[in-house]
Structures are given as C-alpha cells and as structure tokens.
C-alpha cells in the first residue's frame, strides 16, 4: 500500500459539519486540523492502495475539494548520487 496525504479545504460555514462527518466515520484521530488558525482544513496520512481509496476518508460534503498526494521517501544513498551527479 501507498501513503497518500490528504488535504481536505472546508469553508467556515461547513466547519463543525464536516468534522462532525469525519468523526463518525472513523477518522477523526487520523487528522490534523487548521480551522482554530483560521485555515479550515483538515490533513491526514493515510495508507490506501490508490487516489481514490485516499479521498474516502473525507466527507462527500467536501470530498469535490479534496486531494490526495501520493508520498514517498528518498534514501539517503539515492540522494548521494544526486550530488555525485552534479
């Protein structure tokens, strides 16, 4: 499975609905929240076998916003031979 960090915008006005959402469905320790700095979104690492799978943990109420980026690590030996290709 990949790890994909989803990035979940909601307005002001659909705020404690869409955490509320979050919440009953499962995932509401799984997310970082931005709404108290006045940035209202929500952030999640989350081990999915693709995009779409990733985007399931947001609510449809704001699923249409959302995104998932697949993530991945860099070895330190491959970015050695970055430097050596320089």
Known sequence: MDRFLVESPHT???CKLAVKQVQSMGYLNNFDWGCEAGVHT???VIEAEN???ALGVVPALVRGKARAIRLSKFLPEIVDQWAEKA
């Open 42 to 44: 929500g952030w999640a």
């Open 12 to 14: 002001l006005h659909d």
């Open 51 to 53: 995009e779409s799978q």
